[in-house]
């Protein structure tokens, strides 16, 4: 299988729950990733969804699942994402006194190790871990609810991952997550992003898929003039 050099993951949690998997169809031919924020009420004080969801939408489409867990105690529930058959899991490095371990297991349950790093975490204890992740989720808002407002300031972040990634010839996606739309995107794809993950500017289209595909273009004109 061929790697997409940009991955475009909308997020359901901007879509209709109540239709989720016509949502998750709406977007099959043009996505590359299904976006799903797990929340637990504790690590952020929201609440979503979990596995019993993700195991039923499992079998509703064929697209790669990137789970985005805001849950503590991920060394607990994480691996049983990657047992359902999700593409890549992703766990917060604010709830994991393990990260590498955690990854590990991941790896193991078959499963690509995401890690993610919220608004108020610096990058820098993290980069020597990076080995043992195949993504890098950038929060580029706090985790816990969609439709925010995008934080240019957090592709600081951005910046120094993907300098890291090339001067250490890293195997690595760099993901962003949170207000990206249109309007922001391109800069996050400028700073060296290659994975971005939107909730309500494909949700809140009245053409989900060509929002995604909008989206794309956008990330791909500005990667091109890097
Ligand atoms: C928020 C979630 C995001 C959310 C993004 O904590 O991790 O994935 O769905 O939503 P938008 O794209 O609306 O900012
Ligand atoms: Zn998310």
């Known amino acids: 299988m061929t790697v997409p050099p940009l991955i475009v993951a909308p997020s359901i949690l901007a879509a209709d729950f109540a ?21 637990d009420n504790h690590f952020v004080p929201n609440l979503t969804i979990g596995l019993p969801v993700v195991q039923s939408l499992r ?3 064929e697209l790669p699942f990137d ?10 529930w994480a691996p049983g994402y990657a047992d359902a058959g ?21 790896r193991a349950a078959g499963a690509k190790a995401g890690l993610a790093i919220d608004r108020d975490t610096p990058i820098e204890p993290y980069l020597d871990l990076l080995p043992n992740f195949d993504t890098l989720l950038v929060m ?5 609810f969609g439709g925010q407002r995008f934080i240019p300031q957090l592709l600081d972040k951005v910046r120094a991952v993907r300098r890291h990634r090339d001067a250490g010839h890293l195997e690595l996606r760099i993901e962003v997550d949170g207000g990206i ?6 800069q996050a794809a400028a700073a060296g992003a290659d994975a ?4 309500t500017a494909v949700y809140g289209a009245d053409d989900p898929a060509e929002a995604v595909r909008r989206l794309r273009q956008l990330a791909e004109r500005a990667a091109d003039g890097q």
């Open 19 to 39: 239709r989720l998997a016509e949502e998750v169809r709406a977007v099959e031919n043009a996505a590359d990733w299904l976006h799903v924020d797990v929340m």
């Open 59 to 61: 079998a509703a489409t």
């Open 67 to 76: 789970v985005h867990l805001m849950i503590e105690d991920p060394q607990r």
């Open 86 to 106: 999700a593409y890549n899991v992703t766990f917060h490095a604010e709830a994991c006194d393990d990260p590498v371990a955690l990854a590990k297991d991941l």
């Open 140 to 144: 580029t808002i706090k985790a816990g």
């Open 181 to 186: 739309a249109a309007d922001t995107i391109e």
């Open 196 to 199: 971005f993950v939107a909730g």
